[in-house]
């Protein structure tokens, strides 16, 4: 059975940098499609990156295009998230998922909730000063 377990999330000043990891098992990395999400308060969920555990290609919506980086270590099943240039509206609850489908054709949206099978629990990150 597939779990995911996100860590990393806390309080960071504006302009500042964290890392979120979403570890998985009972599931390679190989065979999955890796996104994150958010949450803000009184919001509803949005995608923010993806990526192919098959390929390593990756996605990133416009708002975090030159701020974030996704990367995986098929070694530790771990998909991290480098949050760099953060600004408050990062703030919310970031969410890990996973598609059994590994890949995406270039006029596909990879961050279709839809898609996403399995969640983690979610961690939270506030960005204030």
């Known amino acids: 059975q597939l779990q995911l377990v996100e860590s990393g999330g806390g309080l960071v000043q504006p302009g500042g940098s964290l890392s979120l990891s979403c570890t998985a098992s009972g599931v390679s990395l190989n065979y999955l499609r890796i996104g994150w999400f958010r949450q803000a308060p009184g919001k509803e969920r949005e995608g923010v990156s993806c990526i192919s555990g098959a390929d390593y290609r990756t996605y990133y919506t416009d708002f975090v295009k030159g701020r974030f980086t996704i990367s995986a270590d098929s070694a530790k099943n771990t998909v991290t998230l480098q949050m760099n240039k953060m600004k408050p509206e990062d703030t919310g609850v970031y969410y890990c998922?996973?598609?059994?489908?590994?890949?995406?054709?270039?006029?596909?949206?990879?961050?279709?909730?839809?898609?996403?099978?399995?969640w983690g629990q979610g961690t939270q990150v506030i960005v204030s000063s």
């Open positions: 998922a996973t598609d059994l489908h590994t890949h995406w054709s270039d006029d596909y949206y990879p961050l279709n909730l839809l898609d996403f099978d399995s």
